[in-house]
């Protein structure tokens, strides 16, 4: 006698509906956010350093040097909270993410699902890249009103400076991770990246101040654009031709970011 195997029905449309790219971004967002916050050392570079730094290089900066160039300390303390930001909240805590979560063989086991290499690293990146975004917001407002910084002459500016920074940092995090082999090892890695973005991006210095020779040199490192449109946004002389300037070499910079993390990045560890 011969039987009917009778398949069984499953709620396949609502599987393919949880499966599409945004909802397994906000699934692996939602897990990363669990993880960050139980990893008290990254939270601390996360939050508070960046909160904590712009107040205590304000201290230490020449305002009559600022006023000479044309500045003034609340758009230059302004430019370096985000700074700041960009390079703790965003970069040095991924850097660490990243690390992290190679050496526990979470990116290799991610790698045999549904999710794509980029999904993988952009959901990793979704809560640096939140607290990144709501601290330069609170100190946007905190320089505006404590330090009159005032409004931003051209916002669109400053939120240009932003887009761009972000994924740059993004990309520069996850390339830096391939030349460190531990999540320890990957802190002293990340460290070039921040001295001399701190140093010559115009973080702590602005460029204005420096010697010509020096300040043009300055303006092609990775994240010194980036600054620049947002410095630029709050004071409102950024001439149009500079204004393009940072944008490509901004641009020019993410693509070089990208190509190296297609190329280096590491998915599993060392041996």
């Known amino acids: 006698m011969s039987t009917t195997t009778v398949p069984k029905t499953t709620n396949s449309a609502a599987t393919t509906a949880t ?3 945004a909802g397994r971004l906000r699934a692996l967002a939602r897990a990363e956010f669990t993880l960050i916050g139980r990893s008290k050392g990254v939270l601390f570079t996360a939050v508070f350093v960046p909160l904590v730094l712009p107040f205590s290089v304000a201290q230490y900066v020449d305002r009559d040097g600022l006023r000479d160039a044309g500045l003034n300390i609340g758009s230059t303390m302004l430019t370096a909270a985000v700074a700041f930001s960009l390079l703790f909240a965003v970069y040095s805590s991924l850097v660490s993410v990243y690390a992290a979560r190679r050496e526990e063989l ?11 290499d980029p999904e993988i690293l952009a959901g990793a990146a979704v809560p640096s890249v939140v607290i990144g975004l709501v601290q330069c917001v609170v100190m946007a407002v905190a320089c505006s009103t404590v330090l009159d910084a005032g409004a931003p002459e051209a916002p669109q500016l400053a ?4 887009l761009l920074g972000i994924p740059l940092c993004v990309a520069l995090a996850a390339f830096t ?3 460190s082999r531990s999540v320890e090892s990957a802190q002293v890695a990340a460290m070039p990246m921040l001295l001399i973005s701190m140093i010559g991006s115009g973080a702590t210095v602005p460029l204005e101040i420096l010697p010509d020779k020096v300040a043009s040199v300055c303006e092609l490192l990775p ?3 980036a600054l620049t449109l947002v410095r630029g946004g709050w004071s409102g002389n950024l001439s149009g031709g500079e204004t393009v300037q940072a944008i490509a070499i901004a641009v020019a ?3 070089v970011a990208v190509f190296a993390v ?9 041996h």
Do not use: C, M
């Open 106 to 116: 979470v990116l290799k086991r991610l790698r045999t699902g549904e999710l794509r």
């Open 223 to 225: 994240l010194t654009s």
């Open 253 to 255: 910079w993410i693509v």
């Open 177 to 179: 991770t391939a030349f």
């Open 159 to 162: 939120v240009l400076g932003l």
């Open 19 to 21: 499966t599409t790219s």
């Open 262 to 270: 297609q190329k280096r990045f590491r998915w599993e560890p060392r």
